[in-house]
Each structure stands twice: as C-alpha cells, then as structure tokens.
C-alpha cells in the first residue's frame, strides 16, 4: 500500500495505477461501517483510494474538531489488511494551503433538516468531497447511508459539477443491538451506551406503525425517546428521501432521520421506508 501526504505524490501514484478507481473518503478511526465500503470498492475496482483526513471545514468548534477520535496507525494497519492500494492522509494545510478561499455550497439540500442543527457543515462536507472527487478522478465513489443527507448531497454535487463519479451508497452497519456504528459511540459511558440504542428502537417502532402519517409517526418515535432519561430529541424528519422535502404524507420512499443527543455525544441515524 503506497500512503500519499501530498496531492502531488497522490496523483503520480494514480497516475501509474489502473482504472477503475475507487475512492472511499473517511476521517479515520476506522470500524466496519467503513470496512463495508472499502470491501465493496476493493470487489468492485482495479485501485482503491482511502482517504483519512479529518476535514476542519465541516466542524462547528474547535472543541468537537479536538475531541474526534484519532487513530491513524491503527488505520493504516486495517488500510492494508483490506489490501488498500493507496492511503491519502494529507496534513490540513495540503488541502487547504493558505488563502484557500473556495466553498461548495448546494442549494436546499443543504440548507434543511441537519444543517438546521449544524451550521455550514454539509458546505464543508462538499468541498472537501469535490475536492477528493476531482483530485483522484474517481470512477466510482463509496458512502454510508448512515449520513443519507450527505449521500444526497454529494450526489447532486457530482451531477450538478459533472464530476463523473458513480455514487455507491451502501447500508448502515450496526452492532448487534441496533446502535448504528459511528467513530463518536467511543464517546459513550456503559450507561450511555446502552441509551443510545433508542434510536435504532424508535426507527423500528416508526416502521412498525403501519400508518402513511408523518405527524402520528413522528408522535409516537418522540414519545418512545421521552421514555430515555438520557436521551434528548434534537429533531425527527420525514422527508422525500431523493428530494429531502419534509412530507405529512409516506406516498414514496420516505427518509425518517433523527439527530439525539445521549450526554455530550449527539447521534444520528435514519431508515427508508419504501
Ligand atoms: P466518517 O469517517 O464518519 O466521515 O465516515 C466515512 C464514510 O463512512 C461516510 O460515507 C459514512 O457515511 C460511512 N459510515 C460511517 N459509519 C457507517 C456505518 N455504521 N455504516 C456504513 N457506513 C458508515
């Protein structure tokens, strides 16, 4: 496996590979949420590119940028057991080297339901993805339906900006009681731990209700979270899940997202109903 630092070093060792490339943007601290995308990409592609780069850009704070988990040894090794050909794990000033002054910024898509919550995060969600996608020319590129507004947004970027790349969303990866794999869950105490499994518990009961109603679904998930002493309800969404508009009523597939807090840690997680 060939680690590149520098977006020179990057593109003459892409240069010398073959195509298809496959690229799978992470921010490190790897788990199997992400090994799922890279083993798609690695079935699917001659390269496969990984990135590690925890992007400063989509932080609200410093404090949160501080707190993420860092873990780029440990990375590299799993990197290279999932026979990785190439890790890009840019220092913050190759990707934004001084006087940088570009933002991605989309429309609506990225003015709704999260980025109520998180402000200019999805702008910097998609800079650093264009960046990414233009700087490999990937042919095909992996995300997570765990973070479904940003599959939804990095897909119009790519078909907004030409940027040629095939999206590949694949499944949320989840731990045996439901809970959503995410780098943020190590934040998490035994207690907390096992509240966090309301999310997973509140989606299943919305997929269980068997009425086309957002409003009576969205009653009764925020019901079940108000039994969860420590959980508090940031939002609940129904939404066209290609569009992202909030619907009242499930006509199509309909995207039901939820952002909870659990202590300091703030979880997200969704499922498609078709
Ligand atoms: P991150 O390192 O958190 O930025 O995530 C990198 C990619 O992995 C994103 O496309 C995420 O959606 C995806 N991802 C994170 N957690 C999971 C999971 N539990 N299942 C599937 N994909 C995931």
Known sequence: ?????????????????????????????????????????????????????????????????????????NDLGILREECVDIAFTPPITEMYPRGFDTIVRLGLASRIFESQFRNGHFDGVSTVVCKLLSLTRADRAYFGQKDAQQGVIINKMNSDLNLGAEIIMMPTVRETDGLAISSRNVHLSPAERKAATILHKSLNLAESMGTKDAQTIKKGMQTMIETEPLARLEYISISDAFTLEEVEQLEKPALISLAVWVGKTRLIDNTTLK
Do not use: W
Not at 6 to 18: F, H, P, T, Y
Not at 56 to 66: A, G, K, V, W, Y
């Open 1 to 73: 496996m060939k680690i590149c630092k520098s977006i020179d070093g990057l593109r003459a060792v892409i240069k010398e590979g073959k195509v298809p490339l496959g690229l799978v943007p992470t921010m490190g601290s790897l788990h199997s949420g992400h090994i799922s995308l890279i083993r798609k990409a690695r079935s699917e592609n001659k390269t496969v590119v990984a990135s590690i780069f925890i992007n400063p850009l989509q932080f609200e704070s410093t404090d949160d940028l501080n707190l993420y988990p860092r873990s780029l040894e």
